[in-house]
């Protein structure tokens, strides 16, 4: 067993290696893992000029996830960054918990 209760899905993707003077991408490694996304505190900052940026913590079922991928929110359809990841196990609820982060310009 994994999260008793998820609010969406989410995909994980990777960034590419491009070539010198090719846009990177990004490719989706994983997808469909139930999870839940919230806010650690409800805090909201503002970055430089009119940016704003929010972080999150995520709740996922098991997953190969790393800081410098991004997770997809399946329901909501927006990117958030990984900034650090941390498996938690124990009580037949085996997860990983990550911290994410999102810039809204």
């Known amino acids: 067993m994994a999260i008793p209760i998820s609010t969406t899905t989410v995909s994980v993707l990777t960034r590419s290696q491009p070539e010198p003077y090719e846009a990177e991408t990004w490719a989706v490694v994983a997808s469909g893992a139930r999870a839940v996304i919230g806010a650690p505190t409800g805090r909201e900052g503002m970055a430089t000029g009119s940016a704003e940026v929010v972080d999150a913590v995520l709740h996922a079922d098991m997953l190969n996830l790393g800081h410098g991928q991004r997770v997809l929110d ?32």
């Open 74 to 105: 399946e329901r909501t359809m927006e990117t958030w960054d990984v900034a650090w990841t941390q498996v938690r196990q124990g009580y037949a609820l085996d997860h990983i918990k990550a911290g994410l982060r999102r810039v809204v310009r």
